[in-house]
């Protein structure tokens, strides 16, 4: 190669990497912007049911301390409109603390989370406290940035004695504030003395004991309507019958 040749490929050879070097960079830049701020929730305009899973919490001894198994739904009220989010498993993690009175068991998820707060007393343990916060996306044009917070507290919720758990199939509503509504369904849920770290027995909650009574005391007075019809039938035929004897 000439000496005037040189100089040309060497312009040639750093054109060449200056393009594959702005190549590389190119498709870089998608990835970095791709990753951005966490998802916020999106309120919805129906609602649908929410999924079922089983959270847990272990002490520092590594042993389950709180389990819960429900489906959680926030409806949130705006513009005299419902929208409503369902805790989504997949993006939702347990943590919070255990200790011999007093345990908190949080559900958090990008943009909210989902509080409950244990108490023991005596040989009966509650929720004192639930807390819920929610932080969506506008759920119309017209509607702008809100943050939705409330709470029950001072309350003895889902009690059951020491080594039960409190069981709802049926929905359990908590009104949180005057906007924000919790939803539970269905709902298994338990803190302290887990043995195993498994459920103990469950108590039943007053909804599940109608729905189960209700249609056994309605049968009952059924058949014990029908049982006296049939008895009144009878002495009234015997009655007549000993008329016509008379006669």
């Not at 916020?40 to 389990?67: D, I, S, W």
């Not at 969506?136 to 702008?144: A, E, H, L, R, V």
């Not at 302290?192 to 459920?199: H, K, R």
């Amino acid at each position: 190669m000439t000496r005037t040749g040189r100089p040309i490929a060497l312009f040639l050879m750093l054109s060449s990497l200056h393009w594959l070097d702005s190549a590389a960079s190119s498709d870089e830049v998608p990835a970095v912007n791709s990753r951005g701020a966490p998802k916020r929730p999106v309120l919805q305009p129906k609602e649908t049911a929410p999924p079922q899973v089983t959270y847990t919490l272990k002490n520092l001894k590594g042993q389950v301390c709180v389990r819960a198994s429900l489906g959680a739904q926030y409806v949130v009220r705006e513009n005299k409109k419902k929208y409503y989010f369902n805790l989504n498993p997949g993006s939702t993690q347990a943590s919070g603390y255990c200790s011999d009175k007093k345990t908190l068991l949080s559900l958090d998820f990008a943009g909210g989370n989902l509080q409950f707060i244990f108490i023991k007393e005596g040989a009966v343990s509650y929720v004192k406290t639930i807390k819920g916060l929610l932080m969506p996306t506008p759920p119309c044009k017209d509607c702008q940035n809100k943050t939705y917070i409330g709470l029950v507290d001072h309350e003895k919720l889902f009690s059951a004695k020491t080594g039960l758990s409190f069981q709802c199939k049926s929905e359990t509503i908590e009104k949180l504030s005057s906007t924000l509504t919790l939803k539970l369904v269905p709902l298994q849920i338990q803190a302290f003395d887990l043995a195993s770290g498994v459920f103990g027995k469950e108590v039943e909650c007053s909804a599940d004991y109608n729905k189960r009574m209700i249609p056994i005391i309605l049968g009952a007075v059924a058949a014990a309507i029908c049982l006296i019809a049939i008895l009144t039938y009878v002495l009234v035929r015997e009655r007549r019958g000993r008329g016509y004897e008379q006669i």
